[in-house]
């Protein structure tokens, strides 16, 4: 089992363009997550997907979109990317969104420059 | 909302030596509370959580953390630790979903020779 994957590994980009971030589980989990990890601020919730055909905001979701594609697949898109948006961001899933534990995927290095 | 400070950002210390990574949390409600390890170019790992019972919670990797209700806190502690316990950990807690999970900013604990 590969568990959590992530593509790409590293990103960089130009203010004002687009990108999607691909994540994919194999442990038939019903619920994705997106976070963002920054210096001093640990991870932070952007979007989140209970079970497949469902979204929702978590925390810091301005400037993100998400699509969950089918159960295993859960994509992060960036429409027009900004400085601000320089992070790592981390894929994880669970079996369900109450407190089962997450899976972490190791994670897209994103400069915006 | 809930919480979490991590008081140390960095915590040096020799190799076989005890250790304690402190974590206070503020809720105005139940909370379940965790520790997660990153080590480098990694995605997080469940190191243990506290959901109810047993205040005195043990981990992998020969961790254990207390739960300390009046004093709000959730300290993580080895009584030696290797070289590969190198890495970052982070405390989180959360009011009862994984999509209302806080987590602190983080403490690098680097084990030297």
């Known amino acids: 089992n590969a568990g959590v994957t992530q593509t790409p590994k590293f990103q960089v980009l130009k203010t004002g363009q687009s990108m999607t971030l691909q994540c994919a589980q194999d442990?038939?989990?019903?619920?994705m997550y997106w976070y963002r990890q920054d210096p001093g601020m640990g991870l932070r919730l952007i979007y989140y997907?209970?079970?497949?055909?469902?979204?929702d905001k978590g925390e810091v979701p301005n400037g993100y979109n998400v699509s969950r594609l089918n159960k295993r697949e859960f994509s992060l898109r960036l429409e027009s990317a900004a400085p601000s948006q320089t992070s790592v961001y981390f894929c994880?899933?669970?079996?369900?969104?109450?407190?089962?534990?997450?899976?972490f995927g190791p994670g897209t290095r994103l400069t915006v420059t | 909302a809930q919480s979490v400070t991590q008081l140390d950002s960095q915590v040096p210390v020799f190799e076989e030596a005890p250790v304690e990574l402190r974590c206070n949390y503020s809720?105005?409600?139940?909370?379940?509370l965790f520790w997660y390890v990153q080590y480098p170019n990694q995605g997080l790992q469940l190191l243990l959580k506290?959901?109810?019972?047993?205040?005195l919670v043990k981990g992998i990797n020969g961790f254990e953390a207390e739960f300390n209700k009046s004093q709000t806190s959730f300290h993580l502690r080895k009584p030696s630790v290797h070289i590969s316990d190198t890495a970052e950990y982070f405390c989180?807690?959360?009011?009862?979903?994984?999509?209302?999970?806080?987590f602190g900013a983080g403490t690098r604990l680097t084990v030297k020779p």
């Open positions: 506290y959901l109810s019972g047993s205040t």
């Open positions: 997907s209970a079970s497949e055909g469902t979204t």
């Open positions: 989180a807690v959360s009011e009862g979903n994984n999509n209302d999970m806080r």
């Open positions: 442990m038939n989990h019903n619920s």
């Open positions: 994880a899933s669970s079996e369900a969104t109450d407190l089962y534990e997450q899976y």
């Open positions: 809720s105005s409600v139940s909370v379940y």
